[in-house]
């Protein structure tokens, strides 16, 4: 079977690993990016992304051998294209609704270079009825095709995970849904010829973009309640993460880990998709009571743990709190809603001078999203605040820090027995 061409929009942190997955399989990959920085790195056979596995050995040689290759023109990105894959970010705005800015944008620049018989295909996470209707009508409203006869349409939600995404893509299952059983059955002989994985096709469009909706709301809705046991556990002086770990022995339990919130692209943010549907038969927004607690539940979790940090030093105005990681999770460089944010602006919101450090991010990047680094490292000051335990704290030595009075631990990282006496040392959920 002849390997397609296949252009990609949106070379970010799925978009590249997708384009090498795509190329390593033969296909002439062609990404396309609003970035002229990031085209001219990938271009020059580098890796964009540091520190993703499998990028820095494959990207040389798929460039080399033209199977891979960015642009920020359009026309040369889809033209000629037999596959168009969407995998650009539609996040939420100040109002908690979808914003689709950039999945718009992208369509909007594609569309006129589509040719007649390819296949689109929409891998970013969108609200149910997004492929079918918003996709469909700005592909179709631009280029006078009609979806499922001239072009292909389907849906296939990334599963994928930051430092893992290459690894992901072999030993998930591949799900997909499109408009018609035609672009079903596209969809589906595509990604088999691509990947590895097992390919799932399911009834339609609509059922792919719930099942990833699904999928994360309930990692949500499972840390909420995770997160309201800790609540629990600390009134009544309970071990919480011990209650858990046993109650997890039994395989019909998976609560997860209490802790700080919730971060990332994926599981803070596609709970509000599940309220605003992209359909004409329901008019959002939809009731969806438990996604919402949840949602309240986890936002509030920094405050809790602040509250906690307030109470052991007695206040937290005038104080000085250093918090440990801007990423949303150890080792990934990703701040897209991290707790820290939640954690620095309620310590700001107490009157502590308040440092955020990262090893991952420098200064500048820090300051950049609105908060400070320290002036200097180790600095003297009252607390840390733990909230992502990178490899480079994992030799931390808290003696080093002059005046250190309590240590906040909110991933319950840390052996207790390595804090100090003279250090508090508070947890969310461990006794």
């Given at each position: 079977m002849t390997a397609p061409a296949v252009c990609i929009a949106g070379m970010g942190k799925i978009g590249v690993p997708l384009a090498v997955q795509f190329g390593s399989k033969?296909?002439?990959?062609?990404g396309y990016?609003?970035?002229?920085?990031?085209c001219a790195v990938i271009n020059d056979g580098r890796n964009p992304l540091h520190g993703e596995p499998g990028l820095d050995e494959k990207i040389p040689g798929l460039v080399v051998s033209q199977h891979l290759r960015a642009t920020t023109d359009p026309r040369q990105a889809a033209g000629g294209a037999d596959v168009v894959v969407f995998i650009v970010p539609v996040d939420i705005d100040a109002t908690q609704r979808p914003d689709f800015g950039a999945l718009d944008a992208a369509v909007d620049a594609l569309a006129p270079h589509l040719k007649r018989g390819a296949l689109v295909i929409v891998e970013t996470t969108v609200p149910v009825g997004t492929t079918r209707t918003r996709v469909s009508a700005r592909v179709a409203s631009t280029t006078g095709m009609t979806p499922g006869m001239d072009f292909a349409l389907a849906?296939?939600?990334e599963r994928v995970s930051s430092g893992s995404v290459l690894l992901d893509l072999q030993r998930y299952p591949k799900i997909v849904g499109g408009i018609d059983a035609?672009?079903?059955a596209r969809a589906a002989e595509f990604y088999h010829q691509m990947l590895d994985a097992e390919i799932l096709p399911v009834r339609d469009a609509e059922t792919a973009e719930f099942s990833k909706l699904v999928e994360t709301t309930y990692r949500d809705v499972n840390?909420?309640?995770?997160?309201e046991f800790a609540l629990i556990g600390d009134a009544l002086g309970l071990d919480t993460l011990g209650a858990i770990a046993a109650a997890n022995t039994q395989p019909y339990s998976h609560v997860h880990a209490p802790?700080?919130?919730v971060g990332g692209h994926c599981i803070p943010v596609y709970p509000y998709f599940l309220m605003e549907p992209e359909t004409a038969d329901v008019r959002p927004p939809l009731e969806t009571e438990l996604a919402a607690t949840a949602r309240r539940i986890n936002n509030g979790m920094a405050h809790y743990a602040i509250d906690r940090l307030a109470q052991a030093l007695g206040t937290l105005e005038g104080t000085t709190v250093v918090v440990l990681g801007l990423a949303y999770r150890a080792g990934v460089r990703e701040s897209r809603h991290s707790s820290a944010f939640g954690l620095a602006n309620a310590l700001i919101a107490r009157g502590a001078t308040t440092y955020v450090h990262d090893p991952l991010f420098s200064d500048s990047e820090i300051r950049a999203v609105g908060l400070e680094p320290p002036p200097s490292w180790p600095l003297a000051c009252d607390a840390l605040v733990v909230q992502a335990w990178h490899r480079q704290y994992h030799d931390l030595d808290l003696a080093s820090f002059p005046g250190l009075r309590a240590v906040l631990d909110t991933r319950a990282v840390l052996d207790p027995g390595t804090v100090p006496s003279a250090i508090a040392y508070l947890t969310i959920g461990r006794k």
């Open positions: 033969g296909a002439r990959v062609a990016d609003i970035s002229a920085e990031r849906f296939s939600p035609n672009s079903t840390i909420a309640l995770a997160n802790g700080p919130g």
